[in-house]
C-alpha cells in the first residue's frame, strides 16, 4: 500500500510524511519545520488526501498563523474541494500583502477559470507567467481559457507556445492535435508534430500526437510506426499500446491489434477494459467465438462489467444460442438494473425466444425507465407491429411522438399501423408527415410493409414525392 502511495514521491518526501504521521500518532508533534510541513502537505494536496490536508493545515495555523504559504495550500485545498469562492477570498488576501507573489497569481488563474471567466483568468496567467517558471503548462492553461472563448487561432498559438516551453507538454499536445483534426486540418498536423518528433525524438507526446494526425490521413503504417517508436520510449504508458492496436485494427490486421493490447496487459492493474477492448476487435472482424472468450475473461476480471455482460449475450445471440444469450443479458441487468438498453436486449431475445409475454413485460419495463428515449418507444411498437397488435402500437407512438426530435421515423410506422387498420385518413397524414422530410425516401416505408407496394393511391403520393 505504502509503495502505491509513494510511487511518485521522491524519498525525502516519503520520509517526511512518513516522519510527521508517526509524531501525529504518538502525540508527540511539537515543531515542525516549515519547509518539512509544507512539504507534508503538498504530498497530501497532490494524492487528494483532503482529511489529511486539513489536520495538516490546521497544525500549520498554530505554528506559522501569518504565513502566506500555508493560506496559499489551504486555498489550493479549497479549489480542489470544488470551493472556488472561497479560494479567491484566500489568494486576494495573499496578493493585498505580497502583490508579486507569482504562485498566488497562477492560483487565481486557476480559480477564474473554474467561475468560467476566461479573460480574467487569461490576465492572472499571465502575471504569473513573469517568473519564468512552468511557463509550458501556464501556456497550457492560457491556451484553455482561449479555447472557452471559441478564440481558435490564439488557443493554438499558445498550445504551441507551451510545445516549445515543454516538448513534454502532453495536455498540448492532445488538445492542440484535437483543434487540427476538429477543423479538418490533418495535413498541417501532421506536418506539424513530424517537426516535433525530429526536434524532440524522445517526446512520448509528440510520437502520440504525430501518429494520431497520420490516422485523420489513413496513414495507417505510419501511424504504426510512429506508436511503435512511443512504445519503445515509454513501455509502461498503456495509452500507445492501445492507440497501436487502433491503427492495426483500422489498417485491417485485427491480430496484431490483439497483441499489442496483450503487451499492455503487463502494466496495467485492471486488466477488465483491456480484455473488452480486445473482444470488440474480434466481434468487429467476425470473429464471434474469439470475442466471447475475452468477453468471459473480462467479466472474470470485472463481474460488475454491465457492458461487457451485455455484449456477451448479443455474441450468443448472434451464435444462436438464445438460452445463454438469455442468461448473460440477465447478467447485465442485474449489473445496472435500471438500464433501458440492457432491459430492451433482454426483451429482445425473449421474444426470439418464443416468451412473449415476458418480452412485452420487459419492452414496457424499458419504456417506463426511460420515457425520453425514441428508442424505447420504437422498440416497444415495432414488438407490438410484429404482434400485429397495430392499436396498441398506434397508443405508444403517438405518446413518444410528442416532445421526438425524430419525428419521421414515429410517422414512418403510424403509416404502417393505419394501413393495417385501415384507417386511410390517418394513414394520408402520416405519409404526407414522413414526405415532408427532406431526408425520407418511400424505400423506407415499404421495408416496413412490403405490401403497400400493391397500394396505388399510396404508391401515387410516394411518387409524387
Known amino acids: ?193 513530424r517537426i516535433q518528433t525530429q526536434r524532440h525524438p524522445y517526446s512520448f507526446p509528440a510520437w502520440i500526437a504525430y501518429g494520431r494526425a497520420n490516422m485523420g ?35 485491417g490486421n485485427p491480430g496484431k491489434a490483439v497483441s499489442a493490447l496483450h503487451e499492455a496487459l503487463e502494466y496495467v492493474d485492471d486488466k477488465s477494459w483491456v480484455y473488452y477492448s480486445m473482444g470488440m476487435i474480434y466481434m468487429e472482424s467476425g470473429n464471434s467465438s474469439a470475442a466471447i472468450v475475452y468477453f468471459r475473461k473480462t467479466v472474470h476480471e470485472d463481474p460488475y462489467f454491465g457492458d461487457a455482460w451485455q455484449i456477451l449475450g448479443q455474441c450468443y445471440a448472434d451464435a444462436g444460442d438464445i438460452f445463454t444469450a438469455i442468461e448473460m443479458s440477465e447478467r447485465a441487468l442485474s449489473v445496472n438494473p435500471r438500464s433501458s438498453s440492457y432491459m430492451l436486449q433482454l426483451a429482445s431475445m425473449h421474444e426470439t425466444a418464443g416468451n412473449i409475454d415476458k418480452a412485452d413485460s420487459l419492452y414496457q419495463c424499458a419504456l417506463h425507465l426511460d420515457e425520453v428515449n425514441d428508442g424505447c418507444f420504437l422498440s416497444y411498437a415495432d414488438f407490438l407491429m410484429r404482434c400485429s397488435r397495430y392499436a396498441d402500437a398506434i397508443i405508444v407512438l403517438d405518446k413518444g411522438s410528442i416532445d421526438s426530435s425524430a419525428l419521421t421515423a414515429f410517422n414512418l410506422r403510424l403509416a404502417v399501423c393505419y394501413f393495417k387498420t385501415g384507417n386511410r385518413n390517418f394513414l394520408f397524414n402520416a405519409i404526407r408527415a414522413c414526405t415532408s422530410d427532406p431526408q425520407f425516401h418511400p424505400y423506407d416505408l415499404l421495408m416496413l410493409c412490403p405490401e403497400i407496394a400493391d397500394d396505388h393511391e399510396i404508391v401515387s403520393m410516394l411518387d409524387s414525392h
Open 217 to 251: 490521413l489513413e496513414n495507417w503504417q505510419q501511424a504504426i510506426d510512429a506508436y511503435e517508436y512511443s512504445v519503445v520510449i515509454d513501455k509502461t504508458n498503456v495509452q500507445a499500446y492501445f492507440c497501436l492496436a487502433d491503427a492495426y485494427r483500422r489498417a
Open 1 to 193: 500500500m505504502e509503495l502505491d502511495r509513494f510511487k511518485n514521491f521522491d524519498s525525502e518526501t516519503r520520509k517526511a510524511v512518513l516522519n510527521y504521521e508517526q509524531l501525529s500518532k504518538d502525540g508527540t508533534l511539537k515543531y515542525i519545520d516549515m519547509d518539512i510541513l509544507e512539504t507534508v502537505i503538498d504530498f497530501y494536496l497532490e494524492t487528494n488526501d483532503i482529511d489529511s490536508v486539513q489536520d495538516a493545515l490546521r497544525y500549520a495555523d498554530r505554528l506559522y498563523p501569518k504565513s502566506n504559504e500555508f493560506k496559499l495550500r489551504r486555498a489550493h485545498m479549497y479549489t480542489n474541494q470544488g470551493k472556488p469562492n472561497s479560494a479567491l477570498t484566500l489568494l486576494k488576501e495573499i496578493l493585498r500583502t505580497e502583490p508579486g507573489n507569482t504562485d498566488a497569481q497562477y492560483a487565481l488563474g486557476i480559480v477564474y477559470g473554474l467561475l468560467d471567466q476566461p479573460q480574467k483568468a487569461i490576465q492572472y496567467y499571465q502575471l504569473a507567467s513573469a517568473d519564468g517558471v512552468e511557463l509550458g503548462t501556464i501556456y497550457g492553461n492560457i491556451a484553455d481559457e482561449y479555447y472557452k472563448m471559441d478564440h481558435i487561432d490564439k488557443a493554438m498559438l499558445y498550445y504551441k507556445k507551451a510545445i516549445e516551453q515543454n516538448p513534454d507538454e502532453e495536455r498540448s499536445m492532445f488538445n492542440l492535435q484535437c483543434i487540427f483534426e476538429d477543423q479538418g486540418r490533418n495535413q498541417e498536423a501532421e506536418s506539424f508534430f
